[in-house]
Each structure stands twice: as structure tokens, then as C-alpha cells.
């Protein structure tokens, strides 16, 4: 009897590697008008503000208004991630796009880096000086020096705007960097804190490293890692508006937040 066979067939090539069709990417466009910036504009305000600000100077997602792009040194290379994507990042395929809204997006994201670069009122030497006085290097690491605890520093100025970055150290607990996952919604917040109560032990408060159905890692503030069996715990409580970084609103005055910010944003990524 054949079928057996032919099932059998049938299953090992539905596991055979196929080359992907190559989707040939829009072309940018030569000559661009006043209507294709408005679109872009348009188009962007909707769809990539939420991340990189409103103005391009970024938030969530890294600054746009710059004359180089980390990772798109033309516009061809822009299309390519509006298409694509950047995989292992919370940057997905601008799917909803239409060909046309691909290439005006692109040429007023360029428009962007040709304003003039932000001015920072601060000084980085003397941010370099706040930053190792107010002992950010307990939770951070710049440049392989300092802890874990929280988000690597080391190329912040290239992921991060001025804003973003001023507002993490006023109100820390206002948002929080997203760890990019290959699924929808594409990523979700980092650095959550919870609260795991054992039953007949005490209390650990720390962020959460990891989580699945049945266990949960938790890393507190002294850097120790826990790791619980959730049939274990009495309660389990994420504490979303909570943030184990600190609040310089009141110990770093105006000047010194802004030299700060300033040191943070010269961080750049190796080109």
C-alpha cells in the first residue's frame, strides 16, 4: 500500500529548506517634492513618532535627526528597513506602508538629519564627573566598567534621545527601555519589578530576568539572582510603576542633570 509512503513524502518536504522569494525593494525617490516630504511627514507621525519623536530626536527608539544613521548610510539602506525590518530589535516591518508612503518616509527621514544638530546646554566633561559622583556605575555599565544591574550605557547616545534620557533620570518609573521579541507585539518592557512572596520566607523585591508558566527569575538590588517555582510563592505582584533606579529630581540640580544628559548623549556606538 502506497499512502503510508506518500504521507510520509509529503510531511519530510513540507520540512525542506525553500529559498525565499527576494521582494525587490522600492527604488528612493530621484526627485523629491514639497507633496512626497508632506506625506512622509504624515506617514511618519503615525506610524514611527511614537519611538523616535515627534521632531527625530528620538525616545524609545534612537534619534533620527542626524546626518548619519547607525545603520542606514543612504536611502536605499532606510527602504530596506521600513520593508524588512531590523531583526532582534522592537524595529518591525513598516507592513501597513504602501510603496509610495516606503520612499517618502525615507526621504523626509533624511530631511530630518539635514536640520541642525540638537544643542545639549550641558557640558559631558563635567556629566562624566556627575556620573561617577552620583555612583551610576553601580547598576550601569559604560564601556565594560560597572554593573548589570540596569541597561548597558555604553552607545545610549545612538539608541536614545535627550529627552527620553532626561526624563529616565527625573522619573524613572515613566517608562522603561522593550525588549524586542521575534512575535507579536514584537516587544515588551524590560526591567519590570516584582514582588515574590515564598510561602514561610520573606519577601524579594528586584527585576525580573525571566519568566515562564511555572518559574520566575528575579535579580534584586544588591545583584543576587533568585529563582522561584511560582507554585512555590504566596503572591507574585508586578509593581509596573516602580523603578529600583532612583529619582535625581531632587539630588542633582538643573545644571547637573543637563551636563549629565549631555555625557550620556556624546555615548555613541563605534562606526
Request: hydrophobic residues 40%.
Amino acid at each position: 500500500m502506497m499512502w503510508p509512503r506518500l504521507i510520509v513524502a509529503a510531511f519530510c518536504l513540507t520540512w525542506l529548506p525553500v529559498a525565499s522569494a527576494q521582494v525587490p525593494l522600492p527604488k528612493p525617490l530621484t526627485r523629491v517634492t514639497a507633496a512626497d516630504l508632506e506625506g512622509g511627514a504624515k506617514a511618519y507621525t503615525t506610524y514611527c513618532a511614537r519611538c523616535h519623536g515627534l521632531d527625530g530626536s528620538g525616545g524609545m527608539g534612537p534619534p533620527l535627526a542626524r546626518p548619519r544613521l547607525r545603520r542606514a548610510a543612504d536611502d536605499t539602506a532606510i527602504i530596506d528597513i521600513l520593508v524588512n525590518g531590523i531583526p532582534g530589535t522592537a524595529m518591525m516591518a513598516a507592513w501597513s506602508l504602501s510603496e509610495r508612503e516606503i520612499t517618502q518616509v525615507t526621504s523626509y527621514v533624511r530631511s530630518l538629519g539635514r536640520r541642525p544638530a540638537e544643542a545639549l546646554p550641558g557640558d559631558p566633561a563635567r556629566g562624566h564627573a556627575v556620573y561617577a559622583r552620583a555612583a551610576c556605575a553601580t547598576c550601569h555599565i559604560v564601556g565594560g566598567d560597572g554593573s548589570g544591574l540596569g541597561p548597558d550605557l555604553t552607545d545610549v547616545g545612538t539608541r536614545r534621545g535627550s529627552a527620553f534620557l532626561r526624563e529616565s533620570l527625573l522619573d524613572p518609573g515613566a517608562a522603561r527601555p522593550e525588549r524586542a521579541v521575534p512575535y507579536e507585539p514584537y516587544a515588551y518592557p524590560a526591567y519590570v519589578i516584582v514582588r515574590a512572596q515564598p510561602r514561610g520566607g520573606a519577601e524579594v523585591t528586584g527585576v525580573r530576568v525571566n519568566e515562564d508558566t511555572f518559574t520566575i527569575q528575579i535579580r534584586d538590588q544588591q545583584g543576587r539572582l533568585h529563582s522561584f517555582r511560582k507554585a512555590d510563592l504566596q503572591r507574585l505582584q508586578p509593581v509596573p510603576e516602580m523603578s529600583l533606579m532612583p529619582s535625581y529630581r531632587d539630588t542633582l540640580n538643573r545644571a547637573e542633570i543637563n551636563d549629565l544628559v549631555a555625557y550620556l548623549m556624546m555615548r555613541r556606538a563605534a562606526r
